[in-house]
Each structure stands twice: as C-alpha cells, then as structure tokens.
C-alpha cells in the first residue's frame, strides 16, 4: 500500500492523506491551513477518488470543493456544520480577495456529491467503520479493513470527557497502522476543572467592576463548550458572529449536553447588528460577550475590542490557542492590537485559557497503547520528528514523520 501526505505533514492544518493500492484509493480528509494567511492548501491527490471526512473544521474539510466532482463521505452533523463553515469561507475569501482554488459553483456542486453516511459503510471492497472522536460534535475517526489490514486515522480526537460531547471511542482490536494526529504530543492540558474555576475567577471580578469579558471563541465546539462551562451566568451572557448559528444546529443534535445547551441558548442574548452591540457595550447589560473569531483575525470581536481596549475593568479572555502571527497572538506578546489598518494599545487585561478538544501528549500515549499498532504515521503537528523518536524508543515499533508530498510504501 502506498500512503501520500497531501497535507498536515509536520505541520497543523490542511490535512490530506491519500492511500492507494492496486484496486482502491481513498482520500482521508481535504482541508486548509488558515494560518497565516492566506489559506493555503493542500497537494492535489494523484487519482480521482472518494474522500471521507473526519470533522468540519476547515482544516479538514475546506479544500473538498476544489475536488467538486468526487464524492465525499461524512456524517450528518458534520455535513450541516461543513455547509455553514465553507459558505462562509467563500464569502471572506472574495471579500478579502484571497487567491482561492474554487468558486462558489464549486462549493455547491461539491455539497451535492456529500454522501451522509453512519458509522459503517463500504467503498468498493473497503470495510470502513467510524468511530466517535471526541472533538466536536460529529467528528468520527476511521477505521479501514483493506484485504487483511487494518488501518485507523484518528483525524483530531480527545480521549477524555468535555462539557459538550464524551471523550473517544476506540476498536476493540489491534491495528496493523495507525495514522494519529499529534498536534500536542510534546505537552499535557492542564487540569480542565482548575481550568474552569480559573475563568470563573476571573469573570466574577469583571461583574464586580462592572466591565466587560470579551472571550474570543471558535464558532464551532468552542463557543458551545463556554456556554456549558458557564452556564450559571447565563444571565450576563451575550453571543455574537457565527457562532449563534453554529450553537442552533449544535444543540439539536443528539449528544449528552443538548437540553442544557438548549436551555441556556433561551436564556442568553443574541446580537445581531453594531447597534446592538453599541447599546450593549454603553448600557452593559450583559458583563460577558462570547463571540467570534478566536483568534480575532476578523468578525464582531474585532468591534468590541476597538470599544473596550481603553477599559481597564474589562478583559480579553482567550478560550484557545493563538497560532503565530495572528493578531490574537500579537496581543498576547506585545498588548497591542493589530488588524489590518487598525492598530491599538490594548489596557484591559489579558488572559489566555487552555480548553484544547484535542488530546494532550498522555492521551495520545494512550490510544497508542491500546490500539498496539504495528507502525505509525505522525501528522497534524509541529513536533512530529520528536514525537515520532519517542514513539519508536518507547514502544519500540516502526513510526514516521512525513513531510508534505512524501510517500510512504508500507504492508
């Protein structure tokens, strides 16, 4: 069998894993890298071929249209999730006037050709089961039974618990290869209910001086994820950007936290327009504005911030990572705000929390553990020499650390 890497090589995002035999290939995931911008994508896959996708973040999922003719696998949630995220990744890119690879034509020819599947199905004579991830709603990983060889791409998982959805399901079995993301194999999170109470602290002093916490948010998983955490404040919360919609096709879906997340969704206020926004931020009706983009390279968070950086009773609370060079990565080391022409000496204080759902360095270890593969392929990360190293001393099996465009023959 060979095995391309098409993206997520040594690095975070655009992933692409292409495998091929005589009789079959498959595309395992087509995605973008969003930063820094603009996108980039990845390398095209050397046949046609059907592709099955883990997730609908961007990062696995937003290249599919350039491939608009083939067909590609997911689940239902992810499927609406993907619809919602790609139309509006169209839309920022001709806004922005990024060179993209496809068109708006392209994204709804390739929303025709989406084939919703559950969680076993064939393609050819490839046995293909999913597998809960853990990483948001809808996120599955993949098992592939190809002749006598089994084959398990965990896409982006989570061993353990979050607020929003349970940790991982794995097979009960032994796989010959596993293709495991490693996007933080080199640290462990931090204990997610000292976590929890961290934020909380921190809010509740924000409601004391009556200023404003601004918390940065992914639209999808993230923001549902504070939400639950801060349930008990839902009558200071405001949500903002696209995680509203993102929040309205979440709760619906069939998962522990969807009556609560329903429940608190009632509760909150949603904005609409700046002069909602004005008249919050003048009126501070609500101490606590969840709101996109998480890295604040864009969307309504860019409003507020322009308003309350002056404000020294308010605080920018991230809620994830800043990848380099971003504007919310930037903040964090220089407490200056840059956004296109705008650029702002921010005086309100600034925090960064850690709520990855993805898994730390011990998880990681552990699903290695349990899935006893017979080798492993390192991607969707940027330590994935070193992790690949500790992998082979530690379990003494063959693993690799492919670079983008490399080929691996391996069984």
């Known amino acids: 069998m060979k095995i391309k890497i098409l993206g997520s090589g040594n690095e975070v995002g655009r992933s692409g894993i292409f495998l091929s035999e005589n009789n079959f290939s498959i595309l395992l995931d087509y995605g973008?890298?969003?930063?820094?911008?603009?996108?980039?994508?990845?390398?095209?896959?050397?046949?046609?071929?059907?592709?099955?996708?883990?997730?609908?973040?961007?990062?696995?999922?937003?290249?599919?249209?350039?491939?608009?003719?083939?067909?590609?696998?997911?689940?239902?949630?992810?499927?609406?999730?993907?619809?919602?995220?790609?139309?509006?990744?169209?839309?920022?890119?001709?806004?922005?006037?990024?060179?993209?690879?496809?068109?708006?034509?392209?994204v709804k020819k390739s929303l025709k050709n989406v084939v919703i599947v559950d969680n076993r199905f064939e393609i050819g004579d490839v046995e293909i089961n999913l597998f809960d991830a853990g990483h948001i709603p809808g996120s599955r990983s993949i098992l592939l039974r190809v002749d006598d060889k089994k084959i398990f791409y965990t896409g982006d998982i989570k061993l353990l618990p979050q607020r929003l959805i349970d940790g991982c399901k794995l097979p009960n079995e032994e796989v010959d290869l596993l293709v495991i993301e490693s996007t933080y194999s080199y640290k462990e999170h931090p204990e997610r209910k000292e976590e929890e109470e961290r934020l909380k602290a921190e809010i509740d002093d924000v409601i004391n001086k009556n200023g404003i916490a601004l918390l940065p948010t992914f639209a999808v998983g993230r923001a549902q994820e504070m939400l639950l955490i801060l349930k008990?404040?839902?009558?200071?919360?405001?949500?903002?950007?696209?995680?509203?919609?993102?929040?309205?096709?979440?709760?619906?879906?069939?998962?522990?936290?969807?009556?609560?997340?329903?429940?608190i969704f009632k509760k909150i206020m949603k904005v609409k327009n700046n002069k909602q926004r004005e008249k919050l931020l003048r009126r501070r009706e609500k101490n606590i504005i969840i709101t996109t983009s998480g890295m604040?390279?864009?969307?309504?968070?860019?409003?507020?911030?322009?308003?309350?950086?002056?404000?020294?009773?308010?605080?920018?609370?991230?809620?994830?990572?800043?990848?380099?060079?971003?504007?919310?990565?930037?903040?964090?080391?220089?407490?200056?705000?840059?956004?296109?022409?705008?650029?702002?000496?921010?005086?309100?204080?600034?925090?960064?929390?850690?709520?990855?759902?993805?898994?730390?360095?011990?998880?990681?270890?552990?699903?290695?553990?349990?899935l006893n593969p017979k080798a492993v392929i390192c991607v969707h990360g940027d330590r994935c020499e070193e992790f690949s190293e500790n992998i082979e001393k530690e379990f003494g099996i063959k693993s690799y650390a492919p670079t983008n465009g490399e080929i691996i023959k391996i069984f």
């Open 32 to 106: 973008v890298k969003l930063q820094p911008e603009p996108p980039s994508y990845p390398l095209l896959p050397e046949d046609s071929c059907d592709m099955i996708i883990t997730h609908a973040h961007l990062d696995h999922s937003g290249a599919i249209p350039i491939l608009r003719n083939n067909k590609a696998f997911m689940t239902k949630e992810t499927f609406k999730i993907y619809s919602l995220l790609i139309k509006d990744f169209v839309k920022v890119g001709i806004d922005e006037r990024y060179p993209m690879p496809f068109t708006k034509q392209d």
């Open 232 to 263: 008990d404040y839902k009558d200071y919360i405001a949500l903002d950007g696209m995680a509203k919609e993102a929040t309205k096709i979440i709760m619906n879906y069939n998962i522990k936290s969807s009556g609560l997340l329903k429940n």
């Open 296 to 370: 604040l390279n864009g969307g309504p968070v860019v409003h507020y911030i322009k308003k309350i950086h002056k404000d020294k009773n308010s605080k920018i609370l991230f809620t994830g990572f800043q990848v380099e060079g971003t504007p919310g990565e930037k903040l964090l080391k220089t407490s200056f705000f840059e956004y296109k022409d705008i650029k702002l000496e921010v005086n309100c204080k600034l925090k960064n929390f850690d709520f990855s759902s993805h898994a730390g360095r011990s998880e990681l270890i552990e699903i290695i553990k349990k």
